[in-house]
């Protein structure tokens, strides 16, 4: 069965919009697990604009199932991911003007910094996943530098204009998921899936984990969050 990992930075969002501290991540990743997630995602970026560092401390306390910290190469947050041990750690590129995560990682040209990281965290027993863009290349990189996972970017897959992009993107990320198998890494992917084009993801073989943060949080503005939950595990399990 395909796991869902739930990405509650932006209950982090709404919270930090008027400096409080409601909604409480704590509480929404509570939801999202009594409502099916298998695990809870967060991104603790560098500017702390959602997440922040005792979100992670509380989560890494209270959750039942796993924490899975996205995050960049940087000294101190890799710092704190040692201090904090999640059980997972998922490597992604950042950018502070950015909105959103704009893409995979790029371990071919950062490559010895990128080795030097997944191996400290390793030695800390933290599973490492590194985001990539379904890239041969890439995937050959990650395999190389010891990562254990690889989650497969699938933005441009989700932002496509037409139906002929759509199908060129989902057969980029359904070839290189075959070649991840192939290098016996395991298989994550994400990124802008919702309840429409979720499926299509969630049905190539070998997958593990689908992480999906923004259109359940948008849909649980009409359902609720336990709902918005439950209903994209429904979609993924019934692929
Ligand atoms: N996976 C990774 C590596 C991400 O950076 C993000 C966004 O934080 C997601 C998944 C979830 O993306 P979305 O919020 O578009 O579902």
């Known amino acids: 069965m395909v796991k869902l990992g739930v990405n509650i930075d932006h209950i982090a969002s709404i919270r930090n919009l008027r400096k409080g501290v409601f909604p409480d991540p704590v ?23 959602h997440i922040n560092d005792g979100d992670v401390k509380n989560l890494k306390r209270i959750i039942k199932t796993k924490l899975n910290l996205e995050m960049s190469v940087s000294a101190d947050i890799v710092a704190f991911a040692k201090k904090i041990v999640p059980d997972y750690v998922c490597l992604v590129p950042e950018k502070r ?11 071919i040209s950062n490559k010895k910094k990128i080795e030097e990281v997944v191996s400290e965290l390793k030695n800390k027993k933290i599973v490492v996943s590194i985001f990539i863009d379904p890239d041969f290349e890439q995937i050959n990189i990650a395999k190389k530098i010891g990562a254990d996972f690889v989650e497969l970017h699938t933005g441009n897959y989700a932002d496509a204009k037409n139906k002929i992009i759509r199908k060129k993107e989902l057969a980029k990320i359904q070839k290189a998921s075959e070649y991840v ?25 070998g997958m593990n ?24 595990k429904e979609k993924i399990k019934n692929k």
């Open 27 to 49: 509480f929404a990743a509570k939801i999202a697990e009594d409502a099916g997630a298998d695990g809870i995602t967060v991104h603790l970026r560098e500017d702390r604009r």
């Open 181 to 205: 198998l192939q290098l016996d890494l395991g298989l994550n992917a994400g990124h802008g899936l919702d309840y429409e084009n979720v499926q299509g993801i969630a049905k190539i073989r």
């Open 97 to 107: 003007q950015e909105l959103t995560t704009e893409g995979g990682l790029d371990i």
């Open 209 to 232: 984990e689908l992480n999906i943060g923004y259109s359940i949080i948008c849909r649980a503005v009409f359902v609720g969050f336990f709902q918005a939950v439950k209903e994209m």
